[in-house]
Nanobody
Framework: QVQLEESGGGLVQAGGSLTLSCAAS????????MAWFRQVPGKERELVAA???????YFADSVKDRFTISSDNAKNTVYLQMRSLELEDTAVYYC??????????????????????WGQGTQVTVSS
């Protein structure tokens, strides 16, 4: 499995920006899809964005025009750049990795059930 370590969460005012990092180690592979999920209390984890090392990306409609993904392949690190943050973006954000195609991730309603490797989560709080 892959070990994942997230960083970069925090408190930000609405309209501001944050960048989350996810560093992968262990049995990484170009066949893995990396994904960002978020979760608020009482709700299931929501797929926010997905990325493959070949450069494919996916973004949920709620973040499509505000979030971007980049990577540093030498460091096996994926970054989620979040801008124009809204109160509704407040959540714990999780990085995940699994050996499957991005197509198979986004076609599943409860995509979080497909992933076995998870980071510890990082809190993002957007204030008014």
């Amino acid at each position: 499995q892959v070990q994942l370590e997230e960083s970069g969460g925090g408190l930000v005012q609405a309209g501001g920006s944050l960048t989350l990092s996810c560093a992968a180690s262990g049995r990484t592979s170009s066949l893995y899809t990396m994904a960002w999920f978020r979760q608020v209390p009482g709700k299931e984890r929501e797929l926010v964005a997905a990325f493959t090392w070949s450069g494919e990306t996916y973004f949920a409609d709620s973040v499509k025009d505000r979030f971007t993904i980049s990577s540093d392949n030498a460091k096996n690190t994926v970054y989620l750049q979040m801008r124009s943050l809204e109160l509704e973006d407040t959540a714990v954000y999780y990085c995940a990795a699994e050996r499957l195609s991005i197509r198979n991730v986004i076609r599943v309603l409860r995509a979080w059930t497909l992933f076995r490797s998870w980071g510890q989560g990082t809190q993002v709080t957007v204030s008014s």
